[in-house]
């Protein structure tokens, strides 16, 4: 079982939609970010949260680490929301990263 | 520059070539991370530095693959007698290695083994 799971693995919206994307894992973390990839781009960090909840524009993301769970939230969806969203925990003493396999988000207009 | 640099930024190499790729951390980051990623694929783990600690090295898929970091800034991915299945885009990533601190990640390298 991979450390850190993310769902669904595709997932297609209209534009305007309420977006939710999910990540599980199964280590103690001390941190956990959400990136984001558009098709043939570099990768960015988005979000880095050890509890509570981040809002930045339309983007939320909260985590429960009792549950051992976060979701990135995609308000008012647009087509240039479309990209890869990346989840990776931080754990260990040495604060190694471990990702998921990412969730590829198409918002069609 | 401001941010994670890495190059070159494509390479194109003959199956059994040894290549080197190299990455440029932002100034005063002690994490570095290597990464690649396959077409469709997600991240796949390579190697991790930091500060003046042994390297995690459990990623490396086999002892054709190699990272350095000189002086804890500049690393280099070599990859020896490269295959075809090394082709991918090999990322890099800093972090100031402090609590909490966000990552930066270069646009890596394009690397196609023909």
């Known amino acids: 079982k991979n450390e850190v799971e993310q769902s669904p693995q595709n997932l297609t919206a209209q534009e305007g939609e309420f977006i939710t994307i999910n990540c599980s894992y199964s280590?103690?973390?001390?941190?956990l970010h959400w990136l984001q990839q558009h098709p043939g781009g570099g990768i960015v960090s988005l979000f880095m949260?050890?509890?509570g909840k981040k809002k930045h524009g339309r983007l939320i993301a909260t985590i429960n680490i009792q549950e051992k769970h976060s979701s990135l939230h995609i308000t008012a969806s647009h087509p240039r929301d479309s990209a890869v969203y990346i989840c990776a925990v931080e754990s260990g003493a040495n604060s190694k990263l471990t990702f998921g396999k990412g969730i590829t988000l198409s918002v069609r207009p | 520059g401001a941010g994670v640099s890495q190059s070159p930024s494509n390479k194109v190499t003959e199956k059994g070539k040894d290549v080197e790729l190299r990455c440029d951390p932002i100034?005063?980051?002690?994490?570095l991370y290597w990464y690649r990623q396959s077409l469709g694929q997600g991240l796949e783990f390579l190697i991790y530095?930091?500060?003046?600690?042994?390297?995690?090295k459990s990623g490396l898929p086999s002892d054709r693959f190699s990272a350095e970091r000189t002086g804890g800034s500049v690393s280099t991915l070599t990859i020896q007698r490269t295959q075809q299945e090394d082709s991918a885009v090999y990322l890099c990533?800093?972090?100031?290695?402090?609590?909490?601190?966000?990552?930066?990640f270069g646009n890596g390298t394009r690397l196609t083994v023909t």
């Open positions: 280590v103690g973390i001390s941190a």
């Open positions: 949260l050890s509890s």
């Open positions: 990533a800093s972090s100031s290695g402090l609590y909490n601190s966000p990552l930066h």
């Open positions: 530095f930091q500060g003046n600690s042994a390297p995690d």
């Open positions: 100034s005063g980051h002690t994490a």
